[in-house]
Nanobody, 112 residues
Framework: QVQLVESGGGLVQPGGSLRLSCAAS????????MGWYRRAPGKQRELVAT???????NYADSVKGRFTISRDNVKNTLYLQMNSLKPEDTAVYYC??????WGQGTQVTVSS
């Protein structure tokens, strides 16, 4: 079973950028439908972005034009480039594989 490990979170000022990574174990990564989700304090987990194994992407309206999801099937890694960050982007960000497998999450805090 694939294991997912997120990294790259941290504290950033409004308008700043971060890149999240999700390293996947095993050789089946390239076959998985992958996604990023987030859970803000006091709120339910929500979809941020998804990417098919063929590279087709989809984004939540709240992040369109600011975030970019990508994958490297050689490095078995999923990425989320986050630009023009806003305080409302503050959340724990989770990597997901095939809708069923989850990483442990990485905290992103946007604050001045």
């Amino acid at each position: 079973q694939v294991q997912l490990v997120e990294s790259g979170g941290g504290l950033v000022q409004p308008g700043g950028s971060l890149r999240l990574s999700c390293a996947a174990s095993g050789s089946a990564f390239r076959l998985y439908f992958m996604g990023w989700y987030r859970r803000a304090p006091g709120k339910q987990r929500e979809l941020v972005a998804t990417i098919t194994r063929g590279g087709i992407t989809n984004y939540a309206d709240s992040v369109k034009g600011r975030f970019t999801i990508s994958r490297d099937n050689v490095k078995n890694t999923l990425y989320l480039q986050m630009n023009s960050l806003k305080p409302e982007d503050t959340a724990v960000y989770y990597c997901n594989a095939d809708g069923t497998l989850w990483g442990q999450g990485t905290q992103v805090t946007v604050s001045s």
